[in-house]
């Protein structure tokens, strides 16, 4: 063949690409993870060249309102409902066309470089939550993950011009629910480890087997912290012919893993929503919450996380509907026949801390998503929890989120921050990191067995913040025995003087001080215990009755 008529195919190759409609349905793999979720893709190409049609995605469903080829590139103008019913969000889809199938770039969102697709809902997270709105919305259909774009292929699958879609049922409405019964679990907050702060949707069986064993040889079991749990992406794309949930190919035998972390001491958590799709996508427990129940029990789950995420697209978001969509689990879960610690995730939203026990939850998130990085966690620790106190309990514990102790995103001076706010506040203490990986300053922050008992106090009582000036606050948790647990803190970017007037946390004359951090006995002070606190850094101290 001439060079010219290379040339001349060449050319004739991209006209018959520019000349492909692409009218019909586009339907492939949602993301690049081998999990079998499917995307699909419909278009209508009208002879002025006008594109419209929808992207149906795991998590959400967009509007194509405009688009335009030109050669092999596709690009495709799209607009996505916003959260909590606010005003649509405009995204963009790119494309090649390719050997007649569509390579479509997912738009990332979420802002933040590394964690924009799925799972991170960028900086405003926990802002979002406190403003009443939930993550529905965010991260693309395609789920969730780290790092470069995803880009996925679809087929060609049939070229008819597409039906619309179906107007949406009307939203379902609950009444407030009857009490479910306390599952007797719970006494103190929940220890464990979970998978999505550092992994998303890496977690697998191999994984979480690895990370039992960690526990042990950590000594992370024997510092109590027990709970393996599953985050989303386990679950198949799919429900068996009877309506079972199942696991994808990450996930090959769910009873024999948790037959292995059971062989460990440890206990096996996993995760699910009251909606019909998770917030990576994979299948929720929609109108299967019985029957998802009590799988979980045949499997010996000990630990289920319920994220509302598309439950907002088929409730009607009132606190009455929002309770009953949780008591149902919390009821199925009574009904299984196995102890499972009952875990909501809400994000705090319509005053969960009213309604969070009566629906049988252990701990209810009082925020949007946790990320691993200063800002983060001192908005949710020390701004969004003052007032929660008087809904934690023995049985029922707010939950500020995971733990993003030894990520990498702060020093570790904020992962003791963050570590002793959290005992403070009687959080769950679910450490986020890699336990195969972790260095000894890591290890002795969340294993600091001092620190531990004050999260694991047997009365239950979460923190107070008795002063705060400037950028320095002191927080005070009752004990047992009668002492007082003290955190000292300071927000500032410089060393700063902090005291705490014993008056203040109502203890009169002079008492007994132990630097909970230096494990040293500090001896007996009248009035006030008061130090100098580095920048970001924490001094916590137990105060003997
Ligand atoms: C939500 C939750 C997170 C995590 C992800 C999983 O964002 O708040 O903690 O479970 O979903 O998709």
């Not at 090959?252 to 460990?264: C, E, Q, R, S």
């Not at 995971?402 to 003791?416: C, H, K, P, R, S």
């Amino acid at each position: 063949m001439s060079i010219l008529h290379v040339y001349a195919a060449a050319l004739l190759s991209v006209a018959t690409v520019g000349a492909q409609s692409l009218t019909g349905r586009w339907v492939g793999p949602a993301t690049t993870a081998d999990d079998g979720l499917e995307m699909t893709v419909a278009l209508n190409q009208s002879a002025d060249g006008k594109i419209t049609g929808y992207v149906l995605g795991t998590r959400s469903t967009d509007t194509v309102i405009d688009g335009k080829v030109n050669g092999s590139e596709v690009t495709l103008e799209a607009e996505r409902p916003g959260r909590g019913g606010g005003e649509p969000v405009k995204v963009t889809y790119t494309g090649l066309l390719v050997n007649g199938k569509l390579q479509l770039t997912l738009p990332a969102f979420g802002g933040r470089a590394g964690r924009s697709a799925g799972g991170g809902r960028g900086p405003g997270a926990a802002g979002d939550a406190a403003r009443g709105a939930n993550p529905t919305g965010g991260p693309p259909p395609g789920g969730p993950g780290r790092g470069a774009p995803q880009v996925v292929e679809l087929a060609h699958v049939s070229v008819e011009t597409p039906m619309p879609l179906p107007p949406r049922p009307a939203p379902v409405s609950l009444p407030m629910p009857d009490k479910v019964k306390f599952n007797g679990l719970a006494k103190t907050p929940p220890m464990g480890w979970n998978s999505w702060n550092k992994f998303r949707n890496q977690v697998s069986d191999k994984m979480i087997r690895e990370m039992a064993d960690a526990i042990v040889s950590s000594g992370m079991r024997d510092a109590g912290y027990i709970y393996v749990n599953i985050d989303d992406t386990w679950e198949g794309a799919h429900r068996d012919a009877n309506g079972n949930i199942t696991t994808n190919n990450k996930f090959p035998d769910m009873k024999a893993l948790a037959a292995y972390v059971h062989g460990k001491g440890l206990k096996l958590g996993i995760y699910s929503s009251p909606g019909p799709k998770t917030c990576a996508g994979y299948e929720g427990s929609y109108q299967h919450e019985e029957q998802d129940a009590k799988t979980y029990a045949s499997w010996g789950i000990d630990y289920l996380k319920y994220d509302w995420c598309s439950a907002s697209q088929v409730y009607d978001n009132s606190q009455a509907t929002m309770a009953g969509a949780y008591a149902k689990m919390g009821n199925a879960l009574l009904k299984s026949g196995h102890s499972i610690v009952f875990s909501l995730c809400q994000y705090g939203n319509l005053d969960v801390g009213e309604w969070g026990e009566r629906v049988g939850g252990n701990l209810w998130r009082t925020t949007g998503d946790i990320s691993d990085r200063w800002q983060s966690m001192e908005h949710i620790g020390f701004d969004l929890q003052p007032g929660r106190e008087k809904y934690a309990g023995p049985g029922h514990w707010n939950d500020p989120d995971m733990l993003e102790i030894g990520n990498g995103g702060m020093t570790d001076a904020e992962y003791q921050t963050h570590m002793s706010l959290w005992a403070l506040l009687a959080a769950p203490l679910l450490a986020g990191n890699d336990i195969r990986n972790m260095s000894p300053a890591i290890s002795s922050i969340l294993m600091n067995k001092e620190v531990v008992a004050v999260d694991q106090d047997k009365l239950g009582k979460q923190a107070v913040r008795i002063a705060q000036e400037g950028k320095t606050e002191v927080w005070c948790r009752q004990l047992h025995d009668g002492g007082w647990a003290v955190g000292l803190f300071n927000r500032g970017d410089a060393t700063a003087p902090v005291a705490a007037s014993f008056s203040s946390i109502g203890a009169n004359g002079s008492h007994y001080v132990r630097d909970l951090w230096g494990h040293k006995d500090l001896g007996l002070m009248a009035g006030e215990f008061s130090s100098d606190v580095p920048s970001h850094g924490v001094v916590l101290v137990k105060i003997a009755k």
